[in-house]
């Protein structure tokens, strides 16, 4: 019998769980709330701030492929969208190394202060870099699946029907082109879902550094 750090069996069970948040809250919001977002990389965030780059990659490209091809299969019985939606875990991937950069060159500097002595107005001190996080991963996601939705449209292959499809309509119709259309449809629908991700995700982490240690 192997036996493995409770350390490393602590991340391993806190990945696991945070790919089986994302897919629940995202069916919750977009299958059964029906609004337009998708909020599936709040838990990936929160990874991202509280373990760093590895771990969110596991959490998010890795299970979050997995989970995807699970639903497509077995639970909506659509293995002929499984594998256009898996395309977009690059967009998940690009994200994580953005929060885990953007964490480590910048957030971190001014976290301590807040993580020593926990405060509202701690936390209201970091909302300018929060914002300008969110900002910069609406930008990063929304011209990464810009990309790919392109390059699946140019293939002509099969994908699900997505939120911001109907922006990405009056876009062609107004004789933008494809592959702008594609990108900037997709930023009215990421504004305020990485807003959700990047604050949500940030709370998040503050309970998952408290479970795998105590904050400072």
Known sequence: ?????????????????????????????????????????VFTAAVCFSLGLVPGLITGPVLGLVTTLIRYHFVLGRIDLAWASAFFTFCIAAEVVLICFFHKKILANHESAFLAKPSPSGFIAMTPLLLSLAALACIVVSVTGGIIDFTLTRFTTPRPVFP?????????RNNVPVLASAILSRFPINIVDRFFVVFGGYGISLLYRKWLRPLP
């Open 164 to 172: 911001e499809d109907t922006f990405k309509l009056g876009l062609l």
């Open 1 to 41: 019998m192997i036996y493995l750090p409770s350390g490393f069996m602590k991340i391993l069970v806190l990945c696991i769980a945070s790919a089986m948040g994302n897919w629940i809250l995202s069916h919750f919001v977009f299958a059964s709330a029906r609004l337009p977002l998708y909020l599936d990389t």
